[in-house]
């Protein structure tokens, strides 16, 4: 059995319905202080940098729980999630602010949440990066540096931007390999030995990394570039961090840049 409504009193509540909704599509993040004026020129907001963690765990299943609960060690998440066999899941939207980073800083980036992916890597900390999770992992950077244009370079590690706090993704993580894809940086061959007065701490932050914690930070410089130990820099790391920051020689005059 059907009830049958009055037209005059369908109109009313469809009216009132509209209005309902008419509010809702007006009713902005009003900041009480001010009129609301919308504009429709703007888009959301954008990451700038990849942030590449190990989970320090024993199993996809045990990470998502992690990642999706609050638990005892408080709550954290990440965008992705990639496991051993190489599958890919996503938590968190791109446009949405994870919570992976925590305090730290690169560059000039000193709220690494709000302007970052942070991808989680299972792996216990202990064990080799197999190929199908570092295949998938690069088709996934792929992709992000692709749709959000987010330079290919700006990937980096959770110790590279909280050296102090973070060993992740640790001193197995294949970087060169990652280099060789097309992301992250990497020392250039034949540039040679620093010259004289070269300075190792401007470089490091040149490069990104904070030197308030300077033995923590060659720890995290070591992991990356040379996959090893030590927090004391040597000559082998000059020479590196010499590469890494030296500016391309000018190009001949005469010959048609590329
Ligand atoms: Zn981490």
């Not at 070269?198 to 995290?220: H, I, K, M, N």
Request: aromatic share 8%; with cysteine.
């Amino acid at each position: 059995m059907t009830t049958s409504v009055p037209f005059a009193c369908r109109a009313a509540l469809i009216a009132a319905l509209a209005l309902f909704l008419g509010g809702c599509a007006h009713s902005g993040p009003r900041n009480p202080l001010a009129s609301w004026v919308p504009s429709k020129n703007f888009d959301e907001r954008r990451p700038v940098v990849i942030v590449l963690h190990y989970t320090e765990q024993d199993s996809v299943e045990q990470s998502l729980d992690t990642l999706r609960t609050r638990n005892s060690g408080g709550r954290v998440s990440a965008h992705y999630l990639v496991g051993r066999d190489g599958k890919v899941y996503q938590l968190v939207k791109d446009s949405q602010r994870a919570w992976h980073a925590g305090a730290g800083r690169w560059g000039g980036i000193t709220d690494v949440n709000n302007a970052s992916i942070g991808i989680e890597i299972d792996n216990d900390g202990k064990t080799a990066y197999p190929d199908a999770q570092i295949e998938s992992l690069i088709v996934l950077l792929r992709d992000l540096s692709e749709r959000l244009r987010i330079p290919p370079a700006q990937v980096i590690g959770h110790s590279d931007l909280a050296p102090s706090r973070k060993i992740d993704p640790g001193p197995l993580f294949p970087w060169k390999r990652l280099h060789d894809a097309g992301f992250g940086i990497w020392p250039a061959e034949g540039a040679g030995d620093p010259p004289a007065g070269f300075d190792p701490w401007l470089a490091l932050q040149a490069v990104g990394y904070s030197v308030e914690d300077r033995g923590s930070t060659v720890r995290a410089f070591h992991h990356r570039f040379r996959g090893m130990e030590g927090t004391e820099l040597d000559a082998e790391d000059l020479r590196i961090l010499h590469a890494l920051t030296r500016v391309a020689p000018a190009q001949d005059a005469g010959a048609p840049s590329p």
